[in-house]
């Protein structure tokens, strides 16, 4: 196959030079000239090498279909979600999954995300489990280290244990982390444990200090701003990327995936070739794939050609040199049901009742308790101390307060502890999810009791997905995959999450991503409260809490 008269993406240099390109499955040699060339640019296949593939919803071979298009080639999928489902079992079928992309995988650090005391999964890894996994040749990274505390405490614990078992096995990978809101002297401590990446959500200052300190940054959609862009000096260039994290199936099927990140970029003022370099060859060397990222003989042929490159809009997509897209054709998104038996009846809970879901105090009268404030711009919550008032039966009055609960999935049938929200829906409604971050318990939220238990029971009886519910009736999307993946096709699934999303929107709920937002209310290593089936938890603390204050 050969380009001709096209602008070629020059990776040492930076910039788009004239010229041809001839390749087979690797690229066998690239001819510049020093004519000028109106053709289409041609760059080197994206690499996303920090995201989840269940956060797409879909297996891992529909989710390399799905995003081929849109030009990621590589994806270094993190799958605690799976792990935290059906542990070990469940990670090595998603392994063994075949893709026409390249899927590699970072071997889960976090399973669960914080401890047993604080909530329940399906799986629990420590490190035998990381050492038999990281025998597989496609695991080339730790996956998200999560639990600040384990690293910056004294003496032995599971995460200190899990690292030390990933370097022994796997000394040659890097270790990733997720490190929000560290500064100074603990974020010193957290990376010289050898953990030195970080995807979250920053302020410049904590951008700033991350690149300073040696913090490989991985920018995400939600992660940056003009402000960010603006200080992205280019003696920067190597030490980020950009990447996904989390892309919901209908942002995937209407924005894009990392041509979405990288036409923001561009939108914010940093050049295309060096939002492009961002994409393919730092991430490659962050992750020791040196055989791509760059448009070199001998270099594998992942190929994108672009007609327009401040506008990611894409002509074609080649993968190991093969036309996997082409604009204008139309692309068949259906999938077989690969689901294995084991997790097609993950949901292994009773049916619950309204009292379940009752916000009781102490006493009758007035009181004062602890909300989780949800925030609109942001993932993380606040923790409030409220005036509240309880009638004669002890029963919360205030009806500016949500209930939110995460009722435990995997058997134990353990107590319901509901928790007061405010921020939450303004209109009679109920939501609930078993796909919530990270153990996924079923997560509620709900104006009232009779609607949080209808909304859990239909996700109970359908063995897994979301169910939104109100007087005007029911919005049901099925996750018959250990209840977090679709067994439907790309578009069905997509079109059934933008009717969650709508609904979410319709009852008040605002954020910057309704369905992100509402699923990592259940993660307790998110700041600053979230709530889990043990209960409320001081995400700071790392203890459960209860929100009825004397």
Not at 337 to 344: G, I, S
Not at 462 to 477: L, N, P, Y
Request: overall charge negative.
């Amino acid at each position: 196959m050969r380009l001709e008269n096209v602008r070629i993406f020059d990776t040492a240099r930076r910039c788009f030079r004239s010229g041809s390109i001839t390749f087979s499955d690797r690229i066998e040699s690239v001819e510049y000239s020093d004519a000028d060339s109106n053709g289409a640019y041609v760059v080197p296949g994206f690499l996303d090498i920090h995201m989840h593939i269940e956060s797409s919803m879909m297996t891992p071979s529909l989710f390399a279909r799905a995003t081929l298009p849109h030009g990621t080639t590589t994806i270094v999928s993190d799958c605690h979600e799976i792990s935290n489902v059906a542990g070990v079992k469940g990670l090595e079928a998603f392994m063994e999954e075949k893709t026409d992309n390249d899927t590699y995988f970072a071997v889960p650090s976090s399973v669960p995300a914080s401890s047993s005391l604080l909530e329940t999964s399906g799986g629990a890894f420590d490190g035998p489990e990381i050492e038999k996994l990281s025998e597989n040749r496609r695991i080339i990274a730790l996956g998200e280290v999560m639990n600040a505390n384990d690293l910056l405490s004294d003496g032995d614990n599971r995460t200190k244990r899990i690292i030390k078992a990933f370097r022994r096995t796997r000394p040659e990978c890097p270790l990733e982390g997720h490190i929000p809101r560290l500064m100074g002297s603990e974020l010193e401590r957290f990376i010289s444990s050898g953990v030195d990446s970080d995807h979250t959500e920053q302020k410049l200052a904590g951008f700033l200090e991350r690149l300073s300190k040696g913090v490989f940054v991985q920018l995400q959609y939600k992660g940056f701003d003009k402000e960010i862009i603006d200080n992205l000096d280019p003696c920067y260039d190597g030490h980020f990327s950009f990447c996904t994290d989390d892309v919901l199936p209908d942002v995937l099927e209407s924005e894009g995936h990392l041509d979405r990140v990288v036409r923001k970029a561009i939108s914010l003022g940093l050049s295309p070739e060096r939002a492009i370099y961002a994409v393919t060859w730092s991430p490659a060397v962050r992750m020791r794939l040196f055989d791509r990222g760059w448009l070199a003989p001998g270099k594998i042929a992942d190929i994108v050609v672009l007609d327009d490159v401040e506008k990611m809009d894409i002509r074609a997509v080649y993968k190991n040199g093969r036309l996997m897209y082409e604009k204008g054709r139309d692309y068949s998104y259906s999938c077989r049901d690969l689901t294995p038996e084991y997790l097609k009846n993950s949901i292994d809970r009773a049916p619950v009742t309204p009292e379940d879901f009752i916000l009781r105090g102490n006493h009758p009268g007035k009181g004062k308790a602890i909300v989780i404030a949800h925030q609109s711009t942001t993932t993380m919550t606040k923790k409030v101390v409220m005036d509240v008032e309880y009638d004669e039966d002890c029963i919360l009055k205030n009806r500016d307060l949500n209930i939110l609960a995460s009722v435990e999935r995997y058997g134990r049938n353990a107590p319901i502890i509901p928790v007061p929200l405010a921020g939450g829906l303004d209109r009679r409604g109920a939501i609930c999810s078993s796909w919530a971050h990270d153990s996924h318990n079923l997560l509620v939220l709900a104006t009232d009791a009779e609607l949080a238990a209808r909304a859990v029971n239909l996700v109970i009886e359908g063995q897994g997905g979301v169910a939104c519910v109100d007087d005007s009736g029911e919005v049901f999307v099925p996750l018959g995959y250990g209840g977090i993946v679709s067994s439907e096709d790309f578009l069905s699934l997509a079109a059934g999450i933008r009717k969650v999303r709508s609904f979410l929107r319709e009852h008040g709920y605002e954020a910057l991503d309704e369905v992100m937002s509402f699923a990592v209310l259940a993660l307790p290593v998110s700041p600053e409260v979230k709530v889990t089936d043990k209960g409320l938890v001081d995400v700071r603390e790392k203890k459960i809490m209860d929100w009825r204050l004397p």
